[in-house]
């Protein structure tokens, strides 16, 4: 291939110099090539088959690859040529204009029957709809370009000939969604210089004349075959279903874990709800159901979704060495979360725009972790619940992201129903995984009947008959065809745990001393707080000298750490909280930081009043490890014990203002907002002086979340009644939010003013309600008070006097100066110093 000539040629890449180029025609060949592959050889093709209602093959397979060849015909504008504007746009303002060589009304029209909207997702390829923006385009298009169009139509026919066969129109606005995901991710895939080279040629290729049509469609199937091959999206079924490889030791199965095998799997999709309690070996009776599914061909891959980027950290370590004892050949296991470069244990650091050095050579295998937005194209992957939720959001790559996880088995971790935007949100994600034929589950401790119903599809069940169902327990979809006759099972450790509770919630001093107490009989103490400033509190109340220590220094564990602090503080506490922990007693103060997924087993447990469901949470920090018989407990902790900070006063009302609004306390009122479940919860512990986990798990739950038992606390006053309606108002506002937030997969992809319900805003969409912490950049590297070396550091939004009115556009600190083992830094015209107990004014 000699230098671009733009008399001879055009072209689809081109670097500065126009020396390094690729033609307009390699190009399409190589998006159709890997579309076509991720239809004929990934999940994806019976995916959309689904939606589409008919096999994806034959003609029907010919004419979506036929419209992935037309995606970029409008980089033939003379504008896009002399690299002035875009290509996208100006296909939809000339769409009349070129109808003839585009043959609108001859053969497209025929193959779907909606042409239009079909074509208008495709040249929407860059990550949202295309904007019918003009341009005064018009009268601008050059002979040769509308006959380089006229072209890109020829290619698409003599390349997928069976277009033209005799079939039914394709159809189906939902098909159409994933489509252009799909496409979006064949675009990336033959977009990246690692696969698809403009000028050089691999070792095993022959280099031919990619200006040739017959030769850039030979060229692109060798290099799509591949591209897909070393990005990992070619699955391997051939995986170990057997728990004597799943399990790490001589362990036996527990029963979570066998009853997961008691389900089949269905080709149209699949939904479970596992309800048991923390500990109970929940994630490995997932990847068995992964590699069940996976041995059958029924998944491509599975993406772990947990509540915390700590929590998935955690959680990829255990992954990596289940698939390695599963696999022959093991896939790398991603962590799919912001700010993390990893794989496996492999670490990669970005080294500019689009690279990543990776501290291995491993070749491609990194690609989907590289870029937040290929998470869900992984082999395995590890990360926050976010990513699953940005698959529906009006943000940017939202189909890519999609795509993506359709292929997956989606494991939600610690599903909740505290959070009514969010419980909307994993809703709309499960309708759309589902009816594509996708697979999930959804585990929890601590879910309540009325909050499973509304994922299963269920009847809510009375409180009567909720506080009769079995728990531990499996529920699959309302009309699921292969429920098995024993749905539940038995628990493998029953854990009677004493309940004492003391009016200390703002008692920091009273905390401490009981910790320390503890602590010098040998405990391993864990401290809970409701709010970041009670954890500081009580760690400046805390003895030094049994402090929890990270990095050779005592610190309290919560969210006001740099990433590279918390991960040498997750890694610590699972040290000094676990199997093989130090002698000497210890305590912890933290945060909901560590109430899930951490592998952390207490000796004693103190914590705020908190929602039932949140409490057990806790509680499964506590005697975690029960079934360990090496375990030896200090004296005086052989029996699970927990202490409940509560307010000092018993009428929560007394904080209850006119419209509703409350604060009863540290996070009473504002972390967790629904005082009736507070209220119920602190009812169910005065009426018990121990609970026995999980014979009284279900009981617990129902008695503080069920709706008739929120209804009995409306009913003693107005202040109670005002505050329901208040709760009830938030909730019907956050779930119109999120409704308004999401892709309405029953409309066309296309940015239609008449359709204006998928028009992406220019704002990111957020998958969290409350405000977002700020990365903010240092102007130089520090040193952490952990001995790490960082220049970026997370503000929570509640150290500035009016966080709405933070600016995003320049996150970055005016200085930084190290004092110590502490630094400061100006941010936002703010002072901060970061030292022993985390970020603070």
Same mark, same amino acid.
């Given at each position: 291939m000699t230098g671009y000539d733009p008399s001879q040629h055009f !072209?689809?890449?081109?670097?500065?110099?126009?020396?390094? !180029?690729?033609?307009?025609?390699?190009?399409?060949?190589? =998006?159709?090539?890997v579309f076509e592959l991720l239809l004929r050889r990934t999940q994806l093709g019976q995916r959309l088959g689904l939606l589409l209602g008919r096999d994806l093959s034959g003609a029907a397979l010919h004419r979506l690859c036929a419209l992935a060849v037309y995606h970029d015909a409008g980089k033939a504008y003379p504008g896009f040529q002399r690299r002035e504007d875009g290509h996208q746009a100006v296909m939809v303002q000339s769409a009349g204009e070129l109808a003839e060589h585009l043959r609108y009304g001859q053969t497209i029209h025929q193959w779907f029957e909606n042409d239009w909207e079909w074509t208008l997702a495709t040249w929407g390829h860059h990550g949202e709809p295309t904007p019918d923006d003009p341009t005064g385009i018009a009268g601008k298009w050059t002979p040769s370009s509308k006959e380089k169009v006229r072209e890109v139509a020829g290619w698409a026919s003599g390349w997928y000939p069976k277009a033209e066969g005799d079939a039914d129109p394709i159809s189906g606005k939902r098909a159409q969604h994933l489509f252009i995901g799909i496409l979006t991710l064949a675009d990336w895939i033959a977009s990246d210089e690692r696969f698809f080279p403009f000028r050089s040629w691999h070792p095993w290729e022959t280099p031919r004349d990619l200006t040739v049509p017959s030769l850039a469609r030979e060229v692109a199937r060798e290099r799509a075959e591949h591209a897909l091959e070393e990005v990992?999206?070619?699955?391997?079924?051939?995986?170990?279903?057997?728990?004597?490889?799943?399990?790490?030791?001589?362990?036996?199965?527990?029963? =979570? @874990?066998?009853?997961?095998?008691?389900?089949?799997?269905?080709?149209?999709?699949?939904?479970?709800?596992?309800?048991?309690?923390?500990?109970?070996?929940?994630?490995e009776g997932q990847y068995?159901?992964?590699?069940?599914?996976?041995?059958?061909?029924?998944?491509?891959?599975?993406?772990?979704?947990?509540?915390? #980027?700590?929590?998935?950290?955690?959680? @990829?370590?255990?992954? =990596?060495?289940?698939?390695?004892?599963?696999?022959?050949?093991?896939?790398?296991?991603?962590?799919?979360?912001?700010?993390?470069?990893?794989?496996?244990?492999?670490?990669g650091e970005s080294s500019g725009r689009w690279k990543v050095d990776w501290a291995e050579d491993i070749g491609a295998e990194g690609w989907a972790s590289e870029r937040s937005k290929l998470y869900t194209s992984s082999a395995v992957a590890v990360g926050t619940v976010d990513q699953a939720l940005l698959a529906v959001l009006k943000n940017r790559h939202a189909h890519m992201r999609r795509a993506g996880l359709s292929r997956s088995l989606l494991v939600v971790d610690e599903v909740h129903a505290s959070d009514a935007y969010m419980t909307e949100l994993l809703g709309q994600v499960l309708e759309a995984h589902l009816e594509a034929g996708g697979h999930a589950v959804l585990m929890s401790a601590t879910l309540g009947s009325a909050a499973r119903a509304r994922y299963t599809g269920e009847e809510e069940p009375s409180f009567e008959a909720a506080v009769g169902e079995d728990y531990p327990r499996i529920t699959p979809?309302?009309?699921?065809?292969?429920?098995?006759?024993?749905?539940?099972?038995?628990?493998?450790?029953?854990? @009677?745990?004493?309940?004492?509770?003391?009016?200390?919630? #703002?008692?920091?001093?009273?905390?401490?001393?009981?910790?320390?107490?503890?602590?010098?009989?040998?405990?391993?103490?864990?401290?809970?707080?409701?709010?970041?400033? &009670?954890? &500081?509190?009580?760690?400046?109340?805390?003895?030094?000298?049994?402090?929890? *220590?990270?990095?050779?220094v005592p610190v309290p564990h919560h969210s006001r750490f740099c990433a590279a602090d918390r991960r040498v503080m997750d890694n610590r506490i699972e040290e000094v909280f676990n199997k093989s922990r130090p002698a000497e007693g210890r305590v912890c103060v933290a945060t909901q930081t560590v109430e899930q997924s951490l592998d952390i087993d207490a000796d004693y447990l103190i914590t705020d009043l908190c929602p039932i469901d949140v409490l057990l949470q806790r509680i499964g920090r506590l005697h975690r490890h029960e079934h360990d018989r090496d375990r030896k407990r200090p004296p005086g902790y052989g029996e699970a014990q927990c202490l409940v900070a509560t307010p000092s006063a018993r009428d929560l009302t007394a904080r209850i203002d006119e419209d509703g609004s409350a604060y009863a306390g540290p996070g009473l009122g504002t972390v967790y907002q629904d005082l009736r479940v507070i209220e119920k919860t602190w009812q169910s512990l005065r009426s018990r002086s121990a609970i026995t986990i999980p014979e009284h798990n279900r009981r617990l739950i129902e008695e503080a979340t069920h709706p008739t038992r929120l209804e009995e606390v409306e009913a003693i006053d107005e202040k !109670?009644?005002?505050?329901?309606?208040? =709760?009830?108002?938030?909730? *019907?506002?956050?779930?119109?939010?999120?409704?308004?937030?999401?892709?309405?997969?029953?409309?066309?992809?296309?940015?239609?003013?008449?359709?204006?319900?998928?028009?992406?805003?220019?704002?990111?969409? *957020?998958?969290?309600?409350?405000?977002?912490?700020?990365?903010?950049?240092?102007? *130089?590297?520090?040193?952490?008070?952990?001995?790490?070396?960082?220049?970026?550091?997370?503000?929570?939004?509640?150290?500035?006097?009016?966080?709405?009115?933070?600016?995003?556009?320049?996150?970055?600190?005016?200085?930084?100066?190290? #004092?110590?083992?502490?630094?400061?830094?100006?941010?936002d015209g703010k002072r901060f110093k970061y030292a022993q107990k985390g970020i603070h004014r």
């Amino acid at each position: 291939m000699t230098g671009y000539d733009p008399s001879q040629h055009f !072209w689809a890449k081109i670097g500065d110099d126009r020396e390094s !180029w690729h033609p307009l025609v390699a190009h399409s060949a190589d =998006v159709a090539a890997v579309f076509e592959l991720l239809l004929r050889r990934t999940q994806l093709g019976q995916r959309l088959g689904l939606l589409l209602g008919r096999d994806l093959s034959g003609a029907a397979l010919h004419r979506l690859c036929a419209l992935a060849v037309y995606h970029d015909a409008g980089k033939a504008y003379p504008g896009f040529q002399r690299r002035e504007d875009g290509h996208q746009a100006v296909m939809v303002q000339s769409a009349g204009e070129l109808a003839e060589h585009l043959r609108y009304g001859q053969t497209i029209h025929q193959w779907f029957e909606n042409d239009w909207e079909w074509t208008l997702a495709t040249w929407g390829h860059h990550g949202e709809p295309t904007p019918d923006d003009p341009t005064g385009i018009a009268g601008k298009w050059t002979p040769s370009s509308k006959e380089k169009v006229r072209e890109v139509a020829g290619w698409a026919s003599g390349w997928y000939p069976k277009a033209e066969g005799d079939a039914d129109p394709i159809s189906g606005k939902r098909a159409q969604h994933l489509f252009i995901g799909i496409l979006t991710l064949a675009d990336w895939i033959a977009s990246d210089e690692r696969f698809f080279p403009f000028r050089s040629w691999h070792p095993w290729e022959t280099p031919r004349d990619l200006t040739v049509p017959s030769l850039a469609r030979e060229v692109a199937r060798e290099r799509a075959e591949h591209a897909l091959e070393e990005v990992g999206l070619f699955s391997s079924s051939d995986v170990s279903t057997s728990f004597e490889d799943i399990l790490e030791g001589d362990y036996g199965p527990y029963g =979570v @874990q066998s009853a997961m095998k008691k389900f089949s799997a269905e080709e149209e999709g699949s939904l479970l709800v596992l309800e048991s309690p923390t500990g109970s070996g929940k994630t490995e009776g997932q990847y068995a159901r992964f590699a069940q599914l996976l041995s059958k061909g029924l998944v491509d891959s599975l993406y772990f979704a947990v509540p915390t #980027r700590s929590a998935s950290k955690e959680l @990829q370590d255990r992954l =990596v060495r289940i698939v390695e004892r599963t696999f022959e050949d093991p896939p790398r296991v991603s962590l799919a979360a912001p700010g993390h470069l990893r794989i496996d244990d492999i670490e990669g650091e970005s080294s500019g725009r689009w690279k990543v050095d990776w501290a291995e050579d491993i070749g491609a295998e990194g690609w989907a972790s590289e870029r937040s937005k290929l998470y869900t194209s992984s082999a395995v992957a590890v990360g926050t619940v976010d990513q699953a939720l940005l698959a529906v959001l009006k943000n940017r790559h939202a189909h890519m992201r999609r795509a993506g996880l359709s292929r997956s088995l989606l494991v939600v971790d610690e599903v909740h129903a505290s959070d009514a935007y969010m419980t909307e949100l994993l809703g709309q994600v499960l309708e759309a995984h589902l009816e594509a034929g996708g697979h999930a589950v959804l585990m929890s401790a601590t879910l309540g009947s009325a909050a499973r119903a509304r994922y299963t599809g269920e009847e809510e069940p009375s409180f009567e008959a909720a506080v009769g169902e079995d728990y531990p327990r499996i529920t699959p979809l309302a009309d699921s065809p292969d429920e098995p006759a024993e749905p539940s099972f038995e628990a493998d450790v029953d854990k @009677q745990v004493s309940i004492e509770e003391k009016g200390w919630i #703002r008692r920091p001093d009273a905390i401490a001393r009981r910790a320390e107490s503890a602590a010098e009989s040998g405990a391993k103490v864990l401290v809970i707080r409701n709010s970041v400033k &009670q954890a &500081q509190k009580t760690y400046d109340a805390l003895d030094k000298s049994v402090s929890f *220590r990270a990095g050779g220094v005592p610190v309290p564990h919560h969210s006001r750490f740099c990433a590279a602090d918390r991960r040498v503080m997750d890694n610590r506490i699972e040290e000094v909280f676990n199997k093989s922990r130090p002698a000497e007693g210890r305590v912890c103060v933290a945060t909901q930081t560590v109430e899930q997924s951490l592998d952390i087993d207490a000796d004693y447990l103190i914590t705020d009043l908190c929602p039932i469901d949140v409490l057990l949470q806790r509680i499964g920090r506590l005697h975690r490890h029960e079934h360990d018989r090496d375990r030896k407990r200090p004296p005086g902790y052989g029996e699970a014990q927990c202490l409940v900070a509560t307010p000092s006063a018993r009428d929560l009302t007394a904080r209850i203002d006119e419209d509703g609004s409350a604060y009863a306390g540290p996070g009473l009122g504002t972390v967790y907002q629904d005082l009736r479940v507070i209220e119920k919860t602190w009812q169910s512990l005065r009426s018990r002086s121990a609970i026995t986990i999980p014979e009284h798990n279900r009981r617990l739950i129902e008695e503080a979340t069920h709706p008739t038992r929120l209804e009995e606390v409306e009913a003693i006053d107005e202040k !109670w009644k005002a505050h329901g309606d208040s =709760v009830r108002r938030s909730v *019907r506002a956050l779930t119109q939010r999120a409704g308004d937030n999401v892709i309405d997969f029953e409309k066309s992809y296309s940015f239609d003013e008449g359709n204006g319900s998928n028009i992406f805003p220019d704002r990111r969409i *957020r998958t969290r309600t409350g405000l977002e912490s700020i990365e903010v950049e240092l102007p *130089r590297r520090v040193t952490t008070p952990l001995g790490q070396s960082t220049k970026m550091v997370s503000l929570s939004p509640y150290l500035f006097d009016d966080p709405e009115q933070i600016s995003f556009n320049s996150p970055v600190a005016s200085e930084a100066t190290q #004092r110590g083992e502490e630094f400061r830094f100006q941010f936002d015209g703010k002072r901060f110093k970061y030292a022993q107990k985390g970020i603070h004014r």
